[in-house]
């Protein structure tokens, strides 16, 4: 029963102090919630920076290949399939298949590729197109380097001719329905439809490379390769490395600089909570001395200021939160260009963090609560 009424007289007194002092309360508040604020929409937005950049940086192209194994120069389809069917569904964006074969147009040399162009927009968006990609027979689309050196233009009909897999020549009429820009050596090849390439070689379901893009990080990569080499031989998997390695680096140090714009953030929130809350002690001096005039211990003078750091921390924390989840909601909308996920579990955490950070920035102002002497503060000393 005794218990109780001093819990009682506890939460009136903290509460009290703490609406007397509403003006000097009301900007430690500002700073804690400012505090939880960033801390939870940083930390929100560490957690899901990978699948926001993740997607941005899939825009480069593919970060996945597959290869034919055992120095075979193709692997079919079928096993293609097998490979793709070990990898999470959910998180692939496009599966491009390629093959080669040489060809010659007007009497020059040119490299044919046959590819699904449904696919490729998907695994290489960065190519630019001008015109619309072959949907038809006897379309393809050219390189941007041939059309300058031929002076080719949309509408324009090539012939191509070559040999195909049984030694039997081919020579057809093609329409160029695009021209694709991609400053690689894309530039200097002619597209067609897989399909299409595959009859004019009299072969089928064939491919020398195949691109995967998929949203994971460079550890996820490698643990996927690891499953299709070990239940695949046919298929060899390789990460594309200039791309990933140029993720995680990227990744890495955005995640490290927004941790330390959140550590710099909550150390600013001790140093304004535990300066005003070093302010109220010498605004309490007389009250804190009379206390202790009358039999307060120090024990019950710290209880009182971490109570009151305590309240602080957890209205603080808690406005801080939810402010946290639209800050991170407009970062992610403003830079990325899509909506964040939130962790929910990361709502109870901040408002602990603020309390803790918060009690231990009462810490000081509390040591020098329990200095304060009797005889020389109610002597106005």
Not at 36 to 59: H, K, N, W
Not at 291 to 299: C, D, L, Q, R, V
Not at 344 to 365: E, G, H, K, Q, R
Request: hydrophobic share 45%.
């Amino acid at each position: 029963m005794v218990i109780n009424k001093n819990r009682r007289f506890i939460i009136k007194t903290v509460l009290s102090s703490l609406i007397r002092r509403r003006s000097r309360i009301a900007v430690a508040l500002l700073g804690v919630a400012i505090g939880a604020t960033v801390l939870l929409g940083m930390v929100t937005l560490c957690y899901d920076i990978p699948r926001q950049m993740g997607q941005e940086f899939r825009s480069y192209g593919a970060n996945m290949l597959f290869m034919p194994a055992n120095n075979q120069p193709t692997m079919h389809m079928n096993e293609v399939k097998k490979a793709v069917a070990l990898l999470p569904q959910n998180k692939i964006l496009g599966v491009t298949p390629f093959r080669y074969d040489s060809i010659r147009s007007n009497q020059h040399p040119y490299t044919i590729v046959g590819t699904d162009f449904e696919q490729v927009t998907k695994t290489s968006p960065y190519w630019q197109i001008e015109g619309t990609l072959p949907q038809n027979p006897h379309e393809i689309m050219i390189g941007v380097d041939i059309a300058n050196f031929a002076m080719l233009n949309i509408g324009n009909t090539v012939s191509i001719s070559g040999k195909s897999k049984q030694k039997s020549r081919f020579d057809e009429e093609m329409k160029i329905t695009g021209i694709v820009k991609t400053g690689r050596a894309e530039d200097n090849f002619i597209f067609i439809n897989l399909h299409d390439l595959e009859q004019l070689l009299e072969e089928s379901d064939q491919a020398e490379v195949v691109e995967v893009s998929i949203t994971a990080s460079e550890a996820e990569l490698k643990q996927y390769i690891d499953t299709i080499s070990n239940q695949l031989t046919t298929i060899e998997p390789h990460l594309i490395k200039w791309v990933t390695q140029s993720e995680t680096s990227v990744l890495g140090k955005l995640s490290s600089l927004l941790y330390l714009v959140t550590l710099v953030v909550l150390v600013l929130t001790m140093i304004c909570v535990a300066t005003t809350m070093m302010t109220v002690v010498m605004e309490r001096r007389k009250e804190i001395g009379l206390k202790k005039a009358i039999g307060a211990n120090n024990k019950s003078i710290a209880k009182e200021f971490l109570a009151e750091g305590l309240v602080l921390g957890i209205i603080g924390g808690t406005i801080g939160a939810f402010c946290g989840i639209i800050f991170a909601q407009v970062i992610s909308t403003n830079v990325f260009g899509r909506s964040i996920s939130i962790e929910f579990y990361l709502i109870p955490i901040t408002i602990a963090v603020s309390a803790i950070v918060t009690v231990i920035a009462c810490l000081i102002p509390v040591k020098r609560a329990v200095e304060v002497e009797p005889a020389l503060v109610l002597r106005g000393e």
